[in-house]
């Protein structure tokens, strides 16, 4: 069992940056590719970027390639997004979730254990 808790949302101001970070609990979260998401109001679940078991590997979606990045530590057991740039299209409820494959993909069923999600709002 995995339990993931986001933390670092707030407000920030476009073209600012924020961190987000997801601190697991649990065994083997060296072996489980991570991945973050975000939902706005009205919206459909968005899937933004993921990250292999080691690190070596990282996918973006196409709406925040060249401006978030994502990283992880093992020994933290922690997962990071960096936001740069941000857009008042950012504004969303943000997720991580874990996937108990050592890679996962772009899709919510790829991924077993969810974050109850932060929230990130940017002003025009």
């Known amino acids: 069992q995995v339990q993931l808790v986001e933390s670092g949302g707030g407000l920030v101001q476009a073209g600012g940056s924020l961190r987000l970070a997801c601190a697991a609990s649990?065994?083997?979260?060296?072996?489980?590719?991570m991945g973050w998401f975000r939902q706005a109001p009205g919206k459909e679940r968005e899937f933004l970027t993921t990250?292999?078991?080691?690190?070596?590997?990282?996918y973006y979606a196409d709406s925040v390639k060249g401006r978030f990045t994502i990283s992880r530590d093992n020994a933290k057991k922690t997962v990071y997004l960096q936001m740069n740039s941000l857009k008042p299209e950012d504004t969303a409820v943000y997720y991580c979730?874990?996937?108990?494959?050592?890679?996962?993909?772009?899709?919510?069923?790829?991924?077993?254990?969810w974050g109850q999600g932060t929230q990130v709002t940017v002003s025009s």
């Open positions: 979730a874990a996937s108990s494959t050592v890679v996962a993909g772009k899709t919510s069923e790829w991924y077993d254990y």
């Open positions: 990250i292999n078991w080691s690190g070596s590997s990282t």
């Open positions: 649990g065994r083997s979260f060296s072996t489980y590719a």
